[in-house]
Every structure is written in structure tokens, then in C-alpha cells.
């Protein structure tokens, strides 16, 4: 062989072995991304002109909650930035589950502002809006492209959030769900540059939220942490934030529902929120989020009471593949009996069994729900089962789904539907799929 052919065939060889010592090297890798900077604590938020003093921001660009703006609630991080010499630009006219236009609006003002820092203040509606809106307005793109395959945009500008409810955790997480309005379908933008750099997690801002959306929220974000703990994409630290966050919600969203002022409640539920939202941008969610993004869009179902319908039922469906997880919530909810107490991998049903763990933590779930009130079936919201092919059509290109445990296909939706258009009977099975 001619000593030129020599060298390459030695060449490749080598670069072949060294591409699969590193691909065996870097097996079981995974990534775990949060925000830059989080403060937690009753009034947190009077903290913010210091946080952001010390980033060198210089103009503020709010996006709030229009309900959350004409309750007050703006004053203390108003207030504090005023301190901080910070300018402030505010953007007002979020409502819920923000449409195409409002951010359209959202970054013309923007343009506008000379803004540094955009800050989402409210729910998620708002900081969804906040976050589309810094990325949409600082690359100059659409909606479209954003949520286009292989999007390469990148953030040149702050972003901060402070939540105002306890649900959706959207001040940890790269993802922004907006409406689009004509066709009444949800879209989820999920990308790094959406993950905002700083979280402000203050429960006072949440003593003003209603029974009824305290519930809804707080419903949100346990769909968030048990869907995380079982997603595909899962990972040790999601699932440890996940687990830890089941068990807090459960003790705590009770409280929160029954006392709104009980602050000590307000914060368990804002730090769960967050430990929730963390475990599933990291890991996915499934089934739940891709059906209720359709049925919310549909019959305009709250995003959490959407969740709450479909909740049982999905357990119930994705039990086949995940008993032992769902097995190892019984404890962290209080079960009384269940196996020892831990997170997944460490779950022992101590001789117990466990397809009775893992039923008995579906009926918690239902307990809990019916404890502070929400739905338990669709029909009052003019759910029709003519919808429901459709409605599994959009399920399965939610990109929801492609974290779901279990696989999915339209013909296990339609049942699932047809069982959430009834309340559950006292007799049914919890996982009788
Ligand atoms: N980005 C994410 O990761 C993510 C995750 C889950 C859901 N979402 C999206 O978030 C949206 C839902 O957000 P949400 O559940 O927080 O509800 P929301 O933001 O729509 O707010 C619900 C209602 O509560 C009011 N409100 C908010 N804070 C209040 C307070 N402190 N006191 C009194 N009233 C208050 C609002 O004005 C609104 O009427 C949906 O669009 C959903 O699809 C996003
Ligand atoms: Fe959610």
C-alpha cells in the first residue's frame, strides 16, 4: 500500500476509536438548566432594584397582569427600582392565556423603549408574554421561527420574572405557551433563550389570588411535578426536585386554598411551583399538558382546571409503564401504609404491594382535587365527543407528547376523553387501563 494511503487509513482509524471511546465516555450525560440568579422570601421583590443594579440594568420593561397591575401589586418591585435609580417602562395589557397579538403589541413597544430588561410580573400568561416578547423583539423574528425546528436566535436582553401565582413555574422554565387567537390553538415555544435569567419568588404577591385560582395553579404545578417525574427525558435531579415538590403541594395546597393569607402555605406552594417548573423544563412533561393545551384552546378550560380533569385518567392510562414511580408518590403524599418514603429509585414497598401503592396515590390525587373543589369531568364546559378525534390530533403534535412514558395513540385518547366527560364512580379502579 502506498505510504500516503497508509497515513489515512491510520488516521481514520484512530479518529473511528476515538469517536467511540468518547461516545461510550459521555453515556448517561445529561443537562440541568435554571435561572442565573433566584431570591425567594417575603418581599423578595423590594430586593429586585438591587439585583438588577447589579447586572448594569438601566431600563426596565415590564409586561404585568392587567388585574395584577390595578390590585397593587406592582408597587413594591416599582418601588424599588425607583431606588435603584433603575427606569421604567410599563406594558400593562396582559390578559389570560395571551394571543399572537398582545405580544405583536408587546414588541412594538419594546422597540420603543430603549429597554434593557424586559420583567414579566403575574401568572404565566404574563410571563409567557414576557418572555415571547424579549425574544421575538431583541431577534427580530416571528413566532413562526421561533418555534421552528433548529432556531438559532439568541436573547440580547435581560429577562427576569416574578410570579404571581403558584402554578406554572414559567419563571423557571425555556418555554412560552401563546394563543393563537383565530384558530383557538396553543402554541408552546420551547428554546434556551426563553429561560429567564432571574426569578423572583415573593408569596406576598400571591395572598390576593382567589380560592378558585389558588387551586387551578397550584393543580398546575403538581401536573407539572408528577408528569416530570415520569417523563421519558427525566433525569436524577429532575426527579428529585419533582418528588420533593409532590409531597409540598400536597401538604400545602389545602392550606392555601382554605387560608389565602396563610403566608407560610403561600411560600411552601411558590417554592414548589418553582422545584416543579424546574423538573419539567429539564425533564418533560406528557399526556396531561398535550391533551389540555387542546381542551383549554377548545372550550376555554383554565389551564390548571384543564390539568386537574385529565389528571386521574392519565395516571391512570400511563400506570401500565410506570407503577413503581407512581407507587413511590403514595408515601411523599401521605398515604398511610404505603412503602418507605423516597424518590423513585429508592422507593421499597417494604412487602407491600405495589399496584396498590400506585392506585392508592391515584385516588389521592382524586381526593386532593375534590378537596378544593375543581371539576372533575368536562361536560359543564360544553366538551363535545364529535371533538374529541380532532382534539387527539392536536394531542399527539403537542410537543408534550414526545415526553409522555407511555406511547400514545389516538385511539387510547378517545376513551380517556370519554371517561373525563364522566364524574368517577366510587367503584372504578384507579388504573384501569
Ligand atoms: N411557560 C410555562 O412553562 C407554562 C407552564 C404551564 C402553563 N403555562 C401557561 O400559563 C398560563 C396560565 O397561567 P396561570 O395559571 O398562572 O394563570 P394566569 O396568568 O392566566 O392568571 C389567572 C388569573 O389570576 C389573576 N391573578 C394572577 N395573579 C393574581 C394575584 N396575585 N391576585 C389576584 N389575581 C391574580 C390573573 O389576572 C388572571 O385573571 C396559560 O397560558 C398556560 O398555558 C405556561
Ligand atoms: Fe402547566
Known sequence: MPAALD????????????????????QNLFHFSAPRHTLVGAGATLKLGELLQSQS???????????????GLLAPALRSL???????????????????????????????????????????SAMDAAKAIAVLGSCGCDLDALTAAG???RRRIGLGAVPTT?????????????????????????????????????????????????????????THAIEACVASAGNPLSQAFAMSAIGEIARALPVAVGNGSDLAARQTMAVAAYKAGLAFSNAGLGLVHALSHQIGARYGIAHGVANGILLPHVMAFNALVCRTDYAAMAPVLGVPGAGSSGCNSSYSSNGNNERRDCDN????????????????NLVPFGARVEDFAELADGALQDICIQTNPRDVAPADIIPLLQKAMQPPGPQSPASGF
Do not use: N, W, Y
Open 151 to 153: 432556531f438559532e436566535g
Open 7 to 26: 497515513q489515512a487509513a491510520a488516521a481514520l482509524i484512530t479518529q473511528t476509536a476515538t469517536r467511540t471511546v468518547d461516545a461510550l465516555a459521555a
Open 82 to 124: 425607583s431606588r435603584a435609580t433603575i427606569e421604567v417602562e410599563l406594558f400593562t395589557g396582559i390578559e389570560r392565556e395571551p394571543g399572537v397579538e398582545v405580544i405583536e403589541r408587546g414588541v412594538a413597544s419594546l422597540a420603543q423603549s430603549d429597554a434593557d430588561f424586559v420583567l414579566g410580573c403575574g401568572g404565566g
Open 57 to 71: 440594568v438601566r431600563r426596565v420593561f415590564i409586561v404585568a397582569d392587567q388585574a395584577v397591575h390595578q390590585r
Open 166 to 222: 403558584a402554578g406554572t413555574g414559567s419563571e423557571v422554565t425555556d418555554i412560552s405557551v401563546i394563543m393563537t387567537g383565530s384558530q383557538h390553538h396553543k402554541i408552546v415555544a420551547k428554546h434556551a433563550t426563553l429561560m429567564p435569567d432571574v426569578a423572583v419568588i415573593d408569596p406576598t404577591l400571591m395572598v390576593t389570588l382567589p380560592a378558585a385560582v389558588t387551586a387551578a395553579t397550584g393543580i398546575d404545578a403538581l
Open 361 to 376: 396515590t391515584i385516588a389521592a390525587v382524586r381526593r386532593l382535587l375534590a378537596d378544593i373543589g375543581l371539576p372533575d
